[in-house]
């Protein structure tokens, strides 16, 4: 038995990022199997064919059911995409039963130490929440995605768990729009984590900074390496979630949609390595897979943020 049934829902716009994301869940933890559920057949052939060892591949067919055929056909991708998530969650947890903890990833997240740490704070949590911490700039954010955020979502294998993320999945199939509606409170699949606690109870909001540290955040730690790993405020980086990190050609990104990164550390140690990632995984598709051409935006449709270019080793 498998301690973590990661989930986490790929398009072929994202798949060099699964394929990074990946990369570093395997070297950082020993004890999951990962569940990807393939928006695109292109992405789904990839997979087959590089057929990660405790990767799970499965298609849009498998799983939708009519609920998400009617869904599907009023919704743009990335709603539907976004709708996908908890439903995918709960087509595993209804198909693989013996495991401990079912635990949703966004395809952007990349990590850097193991996740384990991150179950240990509560072991008797049911739900696993993380605050969005938003820095000064950001705090005008949580009126529009909330107090959490859904890039990673842990439901323990119980009643409450299994009973929150089909609270999750009925939501969501109701409304996920792409546009906050802030009257409301709803904005994507996100909101309606801040449910969880009155309505299940055992929700536990984690406490290492670690993790699903991001844009939003960052700028509030002090990013340093230690013994071959990266910290912040002293304190072991578990994962990062590249939001707002754009490919433009495999030597070219904007590593921030909404500021230019001051901090040099934050750049070296966190952005300079995932780049790497990236590439070596644009130059295993690009031998292999000639064909594929996706995962690139044009320059001219990303902001004039924070640039890098950065030449294939």
């Not at 990190?245 to 590593?255: E, Y």
């Not at 901090?263 to 070596?280: A, F, G, H, R, S």
């Not at 690009?286 to 990303?302: L, Q």
């Amino acid at each position: 038995m498998a301690k973590f049934s990661f989930t986490a829902i790929v398009s072929n716009n994202h798949l060099f990022k699964l394929l990074a994301m990946i990369t570093t869940l395997k070297k950082h933890c020993d004890d999951f199997n990962l569940y990807v559920l393939c928006a695109n057949k292109e992405a789904y052939k990839i997979l087959r064919k590089i057929n990660f060892s405790g990767v799970w591949l499965f298609k849009l067919e498998d799983i939708e059911d009519d609920q998400l055929l009617a869904a599907k056909k009023d919704r743009i991708f990335h709603a539907y995409c976004w709708t996908l998530k908890p439903a995918f969650l709960c087509f595993i947890m209804n198909k693989f039963k013996d495991t401990e903890y079912y635990v949703h990833l966004d395809s952007d997240l990349c990590f850097f130490s193991d996740p384990k740490i991150i179950f240990e704070e509560d072991a008797d949590a049911s739900i696993l929440l993380t605050h969005h911490r938003n820095s000064q700039r950001f705090e005008h954010f949580y009126d529009i995605s909330g107090i959490y955020n859904t890039g990673f979502v842990g439901f323990k294998n119980n009643s409450a768990g299994r009973n929150a993320a089909k609270y999750w999945r009925e939501k969501c199939l109701e409304n996920c729009p792409i546009k906050e509606d802030i009257e409301n409170k709803i904005f994507g699949d996100q909101r309606y984590a801040e449910h969880f606690e009155d309505m299940f109870g055992g929700t536990h909001v984690v406490n290492n900074i670690g993790a699903n540290a991001a844009l939003w955040n960052i700028t509030d730690y002090a990013v340093a390496k230690k013994d071959n790993g990266v910290t912040l405020n002293s304190v072991p980086l578990v994962f990062y979630h590249f939001s707002g990190f754009t490919i433009i050609s495999p030597n070219q990104f904007n590593i921030c949609w909404y500021y230019y990164i001051e901090d040099n550390n934050t750049v070296e140690y966190i952005y300079m390595p995932y780049i790497k990632l990236l590439q070596n995984a644009m130059s295993g598709v690009e031998r292999y897979f000639p064909w594929f051409k996706e995962g690139f935006m044009e320059k001219k449709h990303t902001p004039d943020t924070h640039f890098i270019n950065c030449q294939r080793s």
